[in-house]
């Protein structure tokens, strides 16, 4: 009897608890419109583009689908003061910052549970910032940060840190845009669409479409790449053109 009245007990409060908050709606990437990379800047948008990427920092653009990028994985140029206040979540080696040399960032510890949820706490800040902005989706750069990462972190980590970011993007109505590690289906992690730079230079674009379809927007470097991008995916997909600096005096191409 003392057993049956504590599961009622039990049964009776889960019942009187306040329900889970539910992930606000999602807007879906449109199609038939073209697409700006503006990480450079801000600039004027053509007339066919419906989408956007820019900055956090940065304003959204009235009357589009706007996308805010987030550098996830790894620091921002201009954040070493920053991370230096919270030095325990950068990546080290005998003491010194693990660095993509490619573009000199440090990466971010991913490496543990505690640490991937004191990162969450404040990348998910930012991602709060892009919905209260008025951003619709939000592209986490670098989800194949840990290739670079001397093999301190693991594809485990990087996937455990991305599915917390993209329940808090969810929560607050932000679609999440899985950026790098190609042919990875990033949609059981909840990702909504994909961005692919490159991926005609690097013949990598189906490995994207083959998981996310028509949600997938393409960026390429060089003219050949992008004329290569534009007669396979664009009638279907949004490709553009850009300089690899991403200058706002830089006139983007579209399909």
């Given at each position: 009897m003392r057993v049956l009245l504590a599961v009622a007990l039990a049964v009776g409060l889960a019942l009187l608890a306040p329900a889970a908050p539910a992930a606000a709606r999602v807007e879906p990437l449109p199609v038939g419109v073209d697409v700006d990379y503006q990480l450079g800047g801000e600039d004027t948008v053509p007339a066919d583009v419906g989408i956007v990427v820019r900055d956090r920092t940065a304003r959204p653009v009235p009357g589009v689908y706007d996308v805010c990028y987030l550098n996830a994985f790894q620091t921002q140029p201009g954040q070493a003061r920053f991370w230096r206040r919270h030095w325990p979540l950068v990546l080290?080696?005998?003491?010194?910052?693990?660095?993509?040399?490619?573009?000199?960032?440090?990466?971010?510890?991913?490496?543990?549970?505690?640490?991937?949820?004191?990162?969450?706490?404040i990348v998910g800040r930012w991602v709060a910032g892009c919905a209260h902005d008025g951003f619709q989706g939000v592209e986490l750069d670098n989800l194949d940060s840990f290739t670079r990462s001397r093999r301190l972190l693991d594809r485990a980590d990087a996937l455990a840190f991305a599915r917390l970011l993209v329940r808090r993007a969810h929560a607050v109505g932000l679609a999440v845009g899985q950026k790098n590690?190609?042919?990875?289906?990033?949609?059981?992690?909840?990702?909504?669409?994909?961005?692919?730079?490159?991926?005609?230079?690097?013949?990598?674009?189906?490995?994207?479409?083959?998981?996310?379809?028509?949600?997938?927007?393409m960026v390429e470097y060089r003219r050949v790449d992008f004329e290569r991008a534009c007669a396979a995916y664009g009638a279907t997909h949004a490709v553009v053109l850009r300089d690899r600096d991403l200058d706002p005096s830089f006139s983007p191409s579209f399909c």
């Open positions: 080290k080696q005998q003491g010194r910052p693990v660095i993509d040399a490619g573009w000199g960032e440090w990466l971010l510890d991913v490496g543990t549970p505690a640490k991937r949820h004191r990162l969450a706490t590690l190609a042919g990875y289906d990033g949609t059981g992690l909840g990702f909504d669409f994909a961005v692919a730079e490159s991926c005609a230079r690097y013949a990598e674009c189906h490995r994207y479409v083959r998981h996310y379809g028509d949600q997938v927007v």
